[in-house]
């Protein structure tokens, strides 16, 4: 360990990378759960995937920049850009996963008996190539040019100093204040935030006015299926919940910088939200463990095959979900 670096930052670092370890291996299996088990095939698990990459992306490449911003090297100004600018990307694509769970959870309960006709694979698959190209082009709009290279360009030249500005590597001092609130947090945070709140509400009060109803005599019993689409949309919406708990402490202390710049934030406050933040991947994989049994068999199934030699029998693979009858 560099002797620049003080028992603070050890212990942030320490924090870190415990954060790092439990994320990547725990979204890597999740990942791996829907490789191998033909239940997790459909959209929703699809869009969980993806959710996934992104949280494993954060622990092996967000987290290791994150620490090397905090021990904070000379850089010049567009290198300490380029490092700042995958968290952001990261954070939409996991937003974007997000809200298409939540408008694939609300086409299940609202149009069961079409369902599979409008949400083909082929269509998640265009979805998911989708939220990633938008969350490309949102979290590299500070590289095209909003970000504070005049303001530090300013402060350069003041010094007599000539070419690309060389700063200690630090977020705020490349990322604008004005493009985190007003276009990263007031268009693409808050609003799919809302949006997906309002669409869960909708989801719980169709399923609950479903379940309300006597069970058909069918062959299909509607009970049997709203009650699951119930249980596994309490998991998702508490994934929801998670994420929005973890990331809207730091979207407000963003508020605060750019809106009251005199105001003093405590540096342990900024410490607990950007742990908050990247804690956030780490907490997905636990959600599904307990809460989607689909998950914990395929979980134990994957430990037992591969890590303990014990083969898992086959009558614990999940059978693929039911849909009310045609």
């Known amino acids: 360990m560099p002797p620049s670096v003080s028992g603070f930052q050890a212990a ?26 033909q239940a997790l095939r459909d ?7 993806s959710l996934a990459v992104a949280d494993v992306a954060v622990g092996a490449l967000v987290i290791p920049l994150a620490i090397l911003i905090n021990i904070g090297p000379q850089t010049y100004f567009h ?18 996963a997000l809200l298409a769970i939540a408008v694939d959870r609300y086409l299940r309960v609202k149009i069961p008996l079409r ?44 010094n007599g100093s000539v070419g690309e500005p060389v700063i200690k590597c ?23 935030l809302l949006l997906m709140v309002l669409i869960y509400l909708e989801v719980f009060y169709l399923i609950r006015r479903q379940l309300s109803r006597k069970a058909s005599a069918s062959a299909g019993d509607p009970q049997k299926y709203y009650g699951k689409e119930l249980r596994i949309a309490k998991s998702l919406a508490l994934i929801l919940l998670l994420f929005a708990l973890s990331w809207l402490p730091l979207h407000i202390l963003n508020c605060i910088t750019l809106f009251c710049p005199s105001c003093r934030k405590p540096s342990l406050l900024i410490y607990i939200a950007i742990f908050l933040t990247h804690g956030n991947s780490a907490m997905n994989p636990i959600v599904y463990a307990f809460r989607i049994q689909k ?12 890590f303990c030699g014990q083969p898992a029998p086959p009558k614990d693979e999940d059978p693929p979900e039911e849909r009310p009858d045609d």
């Open 295 to 306: 998950f914990r068999v395929t979980f134990l199934k994957i430990w037992n095959d591969h």
């Open 79 to 96: 290198t300490c850009l380029m490092v700042a600018c995958p968290v952001l990307i990261l954070t939409q694509s996991s937003i974007l």
């Open 43 to 49: 959209a929703t698990f699809c869009f969980i995937a």
């Open 170 to 192: 630090e977020f705020e001092k490349v990322i604008s204040m004005e493009y985190m609130v007003y276009f990263n947090f007031f268009v693409w945070v808050l609003p799919p």
């Open 12 to 37: 942030y670092i320490s924090v870190e990378v415990l954060i790092a370890l439990v994320s990547v291996p725990g979204n890597v299996l999740v990942i791996w759960a829907v490789k191998v088990n």
């Open 115 to 158: 369902y599979k006709t409008v949400v083909t694979p082929r269509r998640a698959a265009v979805a998911i190539a989708g939220c990633w190209l938008l969350s490309f082009v949102v979290g590299l709009t500070p590289m095209f040019g909003w970000n504070n290279l005049r303001a530090v360009q300013r402060a350069w030249e003041a």
